[in-house]
T-cell receptor, first 114, second 112 residues
Framework: GAGVSQSPRYKVAKRGQDVALRCDPI?????LFWYQQALGQGPEFLTY????????KSGLPSDRFFAERPEGSVSTLKIQRTQQEDSAVYLC????????????FGPGTRLLVL | KQEVTQIPAALSVPEGENLVLNCSFT??????LQWFRQDPGKGLTSLLL?????REQTSGRLNASLDKSSGRSTLYIAASQPGDSATYLC???????????FGSGTRLSIRP
């Protein structure tokens, strides 16, 4: 079956622009995670959804970052007024159940803010 | 503070060698530990997941071990091949946490 997909794969934004990154998890997966990965580093947790409920958003770096999953499937990560330090790869992952299980990752969206 | 450390940051070995990648973590009260592979420009692929009650997991040429008391895990790769070249990431889910924490990875290069 289809894996986790993300779009766009690459995004170039001018500083101050708003961007929206999309994640399509594996069908039926309950949990969805967003991560931010800087060059040469491991992914860092941003936020976690269980179905449509955002249970943990402690990793969001500022109030410019907002995530939603209104119908418990597709999720969107929105970054308002982008800054150069937002440049990174944004990874989405999903897992079948509500607990700590194997996560399946998408290919990521590479964001470059100029 | 719960942290995951991977040393070395980069490793280069000739094809055919057996090798070990290291991962250390603070706080032994983990739920599970997972090893991932990441190819350049790609997402992460799960290699092995070890539950806290397990000591090791094996898949093909890969073997991962877990020693909670010492806060360490190793990923053993047998008979390395150029196709094994990638970044290997260790990630830990602690029982008290609602999120997974990654190490910064070991970039492995296998020389033909």
């Amino acid at each position: 079956g289809a894996g986790v997909s993300q779009s766009p794969r690459y995004k170039v934004a001018k500083r101050g622009q708003d961007v929206a990154l999309r994640c399509d998890p594996i069908s039926g997966h309950v949990s969805l995670f967003w991560y931010q990965q800087a060059l040469g580093q491991g992914p860092e947790f941003l936020t976690y959804f269980q179905n449509e409920a955002q249970l943990d958003k402690s990793g969001l770096p500022s109030d410019r970052f907002f995530a939603e999953r209104p119908e418990g499937s597709v999720s969107t990560l929105k970054i308002q007024r982008t800054q150069q330090e937002d440049s990174a790869v944004y990874l989405c992952a999903s897992s079948p159940g509500p607990t700590q299980e194997t996560q399946y990752f998408g290919p990521g969206t590479r964001l470059l803010v100029l | 503070k719960q942290e995951v450390t991977q040393i070395p940051a980069a490793l280069s070995v000739p094809e055919g060698e057996n090798l070990v990648l290291n991962c250390s973590f603070t706080d032994s009260a983990i739920y599970n530990l997972q090893w991932f592979r990441q190819d350049p420009g790609k997402g992460l692929t799960s290699l092995l997941l070890i539950q806290s009650s397990q000591r090791e997991q094996t898949s093909g040429r890969l073997n991962a071990s877990l020693d909670k008391s010492s806060g360490r895990s190793t990923l053993y790769i047998a008979a390395s091949q150029p196709g094994d070249s990638a970044t290997y990431l260790c990630a830990v889910w602690w029982s008290s946490a609602s999120k997974i924490i990654f190490g910064s990875g070991t970039r492995l290069s296998i020389r033909p």
